[in-house]
């Protein structure tokens, strides 16, 4: 080469090296390779706002649970029979110009012989303040404790039907967060149904493989053959109508357990295949764990993030088969209130027409099923280490 050749001068860092100390800036941290899965798996969830926003919502959704007495503002069962079909009451702010605070304007109701039908008229001259943490309906918390004490409660001797009322006058509000709980309570416990046989009939059919394999699958492809819906029915019906409430909100979460299980299974076993023959399997093998110890200890956790996105994609599907079942009359029953049993009164179409706002508790159905579906995306994102 002909001319001067420069050189790429050469800087050599006189500190002394301290193998404990992060990187210099501008280059990945060492943290980021020493993090744990679970660890990688949160930072790269935070980065999916949607999916953080969903988890939020559903975290409020949750925490209504405990405290739905004290937050509805009345009880379930309470009848308001000079208020039946009462469309929803507007909440106001100002009166005449003047900052009022929440309010509600009293209703007054005639009844048309022509048609039959109560028809409502707001009177806008006196103005009711709505209370808050007051005294009103009693109820017992949680079924042990009595109490009246309310987040927020109607003026007195006034009304507050933010949502309207049913055909028995009770408040649509009130019975949508009651309902919540049956709801939003089902969808767990029936995961942890679905979860504890697709864990163990996944794991059998994965690790053990030879004619166990063949048997688990030959019985998932015979369960997921069946048409879904009407074995729902079937098996609902099969419920006897004598039962308690308790034990048919038990038996509804086992049916939608049972029926959920195969896909689960089959995630299980493919992970299991592919993770049976790596070494640190096999090292456990030669000191002599057990089968159940090898699938519980070492091959279970390592794709435990997998299996929890997979849930959260699943519990939709349990709150939406409830509330099929309770819609066609087949699920859950008064006195239990859940989003399903409000919506089966709304099934003919003269009460969407005449009371459109008897579909109210279908908005809560959505919302949660969509949050689920946007926090599982962003799980099922986070934990694909190819992501």
């Not at 739905?68 to 503002?73: K, L, M, S, T, W």
């Not at 849930?311 to 989003?339: H, K, N, Q």
Request: with cysteine.
């Amino acid at each position: 080469m002909n001319g001067p050749v420069s050189l790429t001068p050469h800087y050599v860092d006189q500190r002394p090296f301290d193998p404990g100390a992060t990187e210099p800036m501008g280059s990945e941290s060492e943290s980021f390779y020493r993090a744990s899965s679970w660890r990688l798996m949160w930072w790269k969830f935070r980065r999916h706002r949607v999916a953080v926003a969903a988890a939020f919502i559903l975290l409020a959704f949750y925490a209504l649970i405990p405290f739905v007495e004290v937050i509805a503002p009345y009880n379930q069962t309470k009848r308001n029979g000079d208020f039946l079909y009462a469309p929803p009451q507007a909440v106001h702010l100002f009166h005449d110009g003047r900052l009022v605070g929440p309010f509600v304007y009293p209703y007054k109701f005639t009844f048309d012989l022509e048609s039959f039908r109560r028809v409502y008229t707001v009177d806008k001259t006196t103005p009711q303040p709505v209370r808050f943490f007051c005294r009103g309906d009693g109820y017992d918390f949680w079924g042990l404790i009595p109490g009246n004490v309310h987040l927020f409660c109607p003026p007195e001797n006034g009304t507050l039907f933010v949502l309207g009322t049913d055909r028995l006058g009770r408040d649509l509000l009130s019975r949508i967060i009651y309902g919540a709980r049956i709801s939003l309570t089902i969808g767990i416990v029936g995961i942890a149904v679905s979860f504890t046989l697709g864990l163990f009939f996944g794991g059998l059919a994965g690790y053990l493989g030879g004619w166990v394999d063949h048997v688990i699958q030959r019985m998932i492809e015979i369960l997921r053959s069946l048409p879904e819906l009407p074995l729902w029915l079937a098996l609902s019906a099969a419920l006897p109508a004598n039962w308690s409430p308790i034990l048919v909100f038990f038996g509804i979460t086992i049916i939608l357990g049972l029926l959920d299980w195969p896909g689960l299974a089959r995630a299980v076993r493919s992970k299991l295949l592919s993770l049976r023959e790596e070494d640190f399997v096999k090292a456990a093998e030669l000191m002599g764990a057990s089968k159940q110890r090898v699938i519980a200890r070492h091959l279970i956790p390592n794709f435990m993030s997998h299996l929890i996105a997979s849930a959260t994609l699943s519990i939709p599907s349990m709150i939406l088969g409830e509330t099929a079942l309770s819609f066609l009359g087949l699920g859950l029953r008064p006195p239990i209130t859940s989003w399903g049993v409000l919506l089966n009164e709304a099934q003919n179409l003269a009460a969407v027409q005449l009371h459109p706002w008897l579909l109210f508790p279908i908005i809560p159905v959505v919302v949660v099923v969509l949050a689920f579906n946007f926090m599982g995306d962003g799980l099922r994102d986070a934990a694909d280490p190819y992501h």
